[in-house]
């Protein structure tokens, strides 16, 4: 079992930058794929980022130059530093995580954190 827990999301202007954080507990935190998705409201959940249990790392296209993803084991912790906000990126951000595996679908994921609000406005 491993519970996720978000943080560092907010308000910032377009352009502007922040660092999310999915802190995890449990063991084997090394083994875990860990992956990023957002929803903004009225849309489907779609996939960010993520980055496997050997560190190899992808990412939307919509995101790709802008955001990136890393992780630290010996913190149990993994990162979304997200760079160039614009306006649509506003959406509430969840950090997900399977075992020795991940993915760009929500379904290849088995935990998920509550998610943490990122709003950029004009």
């Known amino acids: 079992q491993v519970q996720l827990v978000e943080s560092g999301g907010g308000l910032v202007q377009a352009g502007g930058s922040l660092r999310l954080s999915c802190a995890a507990s449990?063991?084997?935190?090394?083994?875990?794929?860990m992956g990023w998705f957002r929803q903004a409201p009225g849309k489907d959940r779609e996939f960010v980022a993520a980055?496997?249990?050997?560190?190899?790392?992808y990412d939307a296209d919509s995101v790709k130059g802008r955001f990136a993803i890393s992780r630290d084991n010996a913190k149990n912790t993994v990162y979304l530093q997200l760079n160039s906000l614009k306006p649509e990126d506003t959406a509430v951000y969840y950090c997900?995580?399977?075992?020795?595996?991940?993915?760009?679908?929500?379904?290849?994921?088995?935990?998920w954190g509550q998610g943490t609000q990122v709003t950029v406005s004009s």
């Open positions: 997900a995580a399977r075992q020795y595996s991940s993915g760009r679908y929500a379904t290849d994921y088995d935990y």
């Open positions: 980055i496997s249990w050997r560190g190899v790392t």
């Open positions: 449990g063991r084997s935190f090394s083994s875990y794929g």
